[in-house]
């Protein structure tokens, strides 16, 4: 597996990802998408989307205010308990989450021992107010994660699709919390996306849903491009366990800085609906078309970082290898990102042999044609080999080239990037051909 800072520094380079707000020194880690990262990420939220809402008949999607009335945190528990244990170092004044250090040892940051001061619980719901007083009436707080909508809106989404039960509501966007330690790139930020599915069930049949989940996300990984080798399916044991839920599955990636949390999948039962449903005092009974009966339906949450899974699928495509032909250059190493092409920015590159207008031109009316169905980049400047090996570097599946023999035999050359195998494609079987070759 490769370092971070490989990755880090590939991802600044080429325009994946870089500090945000870095003209004014950044932003305690805080982080902002460029063109590819941008466009790598709206693939991976896109074929989820596809995957888990469109493609299925038993799922329904929504988009939800990202500030929520103060009563759904409330109801959920988070007001009172979506807290970290926060200790800090009293030499250096330090803070850390006391359940990712030891206690006993020296502090992290400064070296001096038994500093840290007694702990105290942080909750990490991330404050603002609305509206014009800046008063405690007015405090409201960014959602900590998507799911409680599915929950708020449970009754107005089940009448409105008019699915029965089995059925999920899905939502794909950002969450915020006031993490202590933010780090390790995009794996822990204070702002973050997640893409989340609550699957309504009926409590005897909760078991066959969860072994569905389960399956559903460890194919979904496939799709991504992850080796199962990098992943860990860790059963979370009683009493480490939330009390309402009677299964939870965290799934843990290999990082470069250890094994940790990808996604989750949790067992709730009824524990959010019935919470909901005392607290707002509305009935969110589902009735059971068949037999009237009235119930609060069981629950099995997938949760998938958006983020956590572009860093995986970064580290996954990311490959080193020395460069095999003069063209490459012999003795380079030539890094190539072999993203799954449904997920790679872009999906064509066009490169015309010369900037010449005799060339140029129609490459770039060829490229333009293109773009219509693919994103395609086009780059005439510095030498062939170059230019494939930026393509290489940011994952580009197809390199076309048009030179001038193009000109008279109206054909131009495809590169793959995985093969590097080259063949000559007739201009007019194209589109045909690369759409055989991507298989969309
Ligand atoms: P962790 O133990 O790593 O803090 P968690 O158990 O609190 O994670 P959940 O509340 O289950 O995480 O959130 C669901 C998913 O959202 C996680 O599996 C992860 O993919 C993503 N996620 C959670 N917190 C963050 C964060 N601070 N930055 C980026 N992604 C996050």
């Known amino acids: 597996m490769i370092e971070m800072e490989k990755l880090v520094s590939l991802a600044k380079r080429r325009g994946f990802i870089f500090p945000g707000s870095d003209i004014y020194g950044g932003l305690a880690n805080s982080w902002d998408y460029g063109p590819l990262g941008s466009e790598l990420k709206k693939n991976i939220k896109d074929a989820w989307w ?165 399956s559903e996300m460890k194919a979904w990984l496939d799709f991504c491009g992850v080796d199962p080798k990098h992943l860990n399916f860790h059963e979370i044991e009683d009493g480490e366990r939330a009390h309402y839920s009677k299964r939870t599955v965290d799934i843990e990636y290999q990082y470069p800085f250890g094994l940790k949390e990808l996604y989750g999948l949790a067992y709730r039962g009824d524990y959010d609906l019935k919470c909901h449903q005392e607290k707002s005092g509305v009935d969110l009974r589902y009735t059971d078309p068949e037999t009237n009966e009235k119930y609060l339906p069981h629950v099995i949450e997938p949760s998938l970082g958006v983020d956590r899974t572009l860093l995986v699928v970064m580290l996954e495509a990311y490959h080193e290898e020395q460069a095999r032909t003069a063209e490459e250059g012999e003795t380079d190493l030539r890094v190539v990102m072999r993203f799954p092409k449904a997920l790679a920015p872009f999906k064509i590159a066009m490169l015309p042999l010369s900037k010449k207008d005799e060339l140029s031109v129609p490459a770039r009316a060829l490229a333009a044609k293109l773009r219509q169905r693919w994103t395609t980049d086009y780059d005439e400047t510095q030498s062939i080999g170059k230019r494939y090996r930026r393509q290489d570097e940011i994952g580009t599946p197809y390199c076309v080239t048009y030179d001038f023999d193009t000109l008279n035999d109206q054909s131009v050359t495809v590169r793959d990037r995985d093969t590097m195998q080259q063949e000559r494609v007739k201009i007019e079987a194209l589109e045909a051909y690369l759409a055989a070759k991507l298989g969309f």
């Open 50 to 214: 596809k995957r888990f809402v469109t493609s299925r008949d038993d799922m329904v999607g929504i988009d939800a205010a990202l500030i929520m009335n103060p009563k759904v945190w409330e109801a959920s528990g988070h007001l009172a308990h979506f807290t970290d244990p926060l200790t800090e170092c009293t030499g250096c004044h330090s803070r850390f989450r006391a359940d990712q250090i030891d206690l006993n040892a020296a502090c992290p940051t400064c070296g001096r021992k038994g500093t840290f001061t007694e702990l105290a619980q942080f909750n990490m719901m991330l404050k603002t107010f609305l509206g014009a007083k800046e008063d405690a009436a007015a405090v409201v707080y960014f959602r900590p994660e998507t799911a409680q909508a599915m929950f708020a809106d449970f009754k107005q989404v089940q009448e409105t699709s008019r699915k029965r039960v089995p059925f999920g509501i899905a939502q794909v966007g950002k969450a915020f919390r006031n993490e202590i330690t933010p780090g390790n790139f995009i794996f822990r930020t204070r702002e973050f996306e997640q893409m989340e599915v609550e699957y309504f069930v009926k409590e005897s049949e909760w078991e066959k849903h969860f072994e569905s989940w389960l």
